[in-house]
């Protein structure tokens, strides 16, 4: 099994920054990658961004694309999601996800491929 758990949500106003983090533990030998998706009330979840957990090969999605930025420290099972130009549609609950299985690139993108979630941290942007 695997535990993660985010921190480094809160309030910002749009064009501002936010650092969101997630620490895993447990079987963290067992993951392959780790991404964060969000989910707006009346929407559904939302990928984010992911990174391979051997190597270093990002993805992301459309709408965070030269705005955020995914990375990770392996020796602290630590991924970060640096958050800049902020908008208020960006406004979410956050979740930070392990996949532990080979699931491919395509893979990464789909919130069913990941084994283990956090509880969740609201991000809000205000205009």
């Known amino acids: 099994q695997v535990q993660v758990v985010e921190s480094g949500g809160g309030v910002v106003q749009a064009g501002g920054s936010l650092k969101l983090s997630c620490a895993a533990s447990g079987r963290t030998d067992r993951m392959t990658a780790m991404g964060w998706f969000r989910q707006a009330p009346g929407k559904q979840r939302e990928f984010v961004a992911a990174v391979r957990w051997s190597g270093s090969s990002t993805y992301y999605g459309d709408p965070v694309k030269g705005r955020f930025t995914i990375s990770k420290d392996n020796a602290k099972n630590t991924v970060y999601l640096q958050m800049n130009s902020l908008k208020p549609e960006d406004t979410a609950v956050y979740y930070c996800?392990?996949?532990?299985?080979?699931?491919?690139?395509?893979?990464?993108?789909?919130?069913?491929?990941?084994?283990?979630w956090g509880q969740g941290t609201q991000v809000t942007v205000s205009s």
């Open positions: 996800a392990a996949l532990t299985r080979n699931a491919g690139s395509i893979g990464y993108y789909y919130s069913g491929a990941y084994d283990y």
